[in-house]
């Protein structure tokens, strides 16, 4: 029930952009923005590099993508790839968002960015120059957002996250049967020193019927 929702500044609900130490020169994982894949919770991969400057973020903050095409795309994360206490850094092309303890909670707040909410809004706060332009953070940080009490944060939050959870389990079986069937099939075919018995070699064209898209 929206009954007991409050409405609230993104900014009184999420630390924006929170400040972290980073020496320059440290070794540190780094996400570069075309590491982040489009409407996808996790970060699929990351690269160890001297820190030299970029946002910086730990686990369970959400990262935007702030300029365009990459939030049009849909690039938005949840990390989770540092270990506790650990920071990382990116581009500076992201906008960090961190809940607030007692306030937000971290998934629901993910959700909450990802949304149209958020993300529309963001969209059409960008300026510059075509092709370059940037969403404003302080547009952002000054929408006003309906925030449900944080119990009810962690069940929303909690029952998209299982979804994604099993998006991802069910992604990592389809990608296991995959390698299984390439790995069948270069056994069974590639490897054959000569064709067996009753097989015999022809071009595609003449087992196959070709359809060019043409009417």
Avoid at 71 to 89: M, T
Avoid at 103 to 128: E, H, Q, T
Avoid at 183 to 204: H, M, R, T, V
């Amino acid at each position: 029930m929206k009954c007991n929702w409050t409405t609230k500044k993104l900014s009184g609900i999420a630390y924006i952009n929170p400040r972290e130490s980073l020496g320059k020169g440290v070794v540190a994982k780094k996400v570069p923005m075309d590491k982040l894949q489009p409407f996808c919770r996790d970060i699929p991969e990351f690269v160890l590099e001297e820190y030299k400057g970029g946002t910086k973020f730990r686990n369970g903050d959400t990262i935007m993508a702030r300029i365009t095409p990459c939030l049009e795309n849909g690039k938005i994360a949840k990390v989770s790839v540092l270990s506790d206490g650990e920071v990382g850094f990116g581009s500076t092309e992201y906008i960090v968002f961190r809940a607030i303890d007692g306030v937000s909670d971290a998934d629901f707040l993910y959700y909450l960015i990802c949304s149209p909410l958020v993300r529309n809004p963001a969209i059409k706060s960008m300026v510059g120059s075509s092709g370059r332009q940037r969403v404003q953070t302080d547009v952002v940080g000054n929408l006003d957002v309906e925030l449900p009490p944080i119990e009810e944060q962690r069940k929303i939050g909690g029952l998209l996250k299982a979804i994604d959870d099993k998006i991802e389990h069910n992604n990592v079986i389809n990608n296991n049967l995959e390698q299984q069937a390439q790995a069948i099939f270069e056994n069974e075919f590639l490897s054959l020193q000569s064709l067996p018995d009753g097989w015999k070699q022809a071009s595609l064209i003449d087992i196959a019927d070709y359809l060019n898209g043409l009417a």
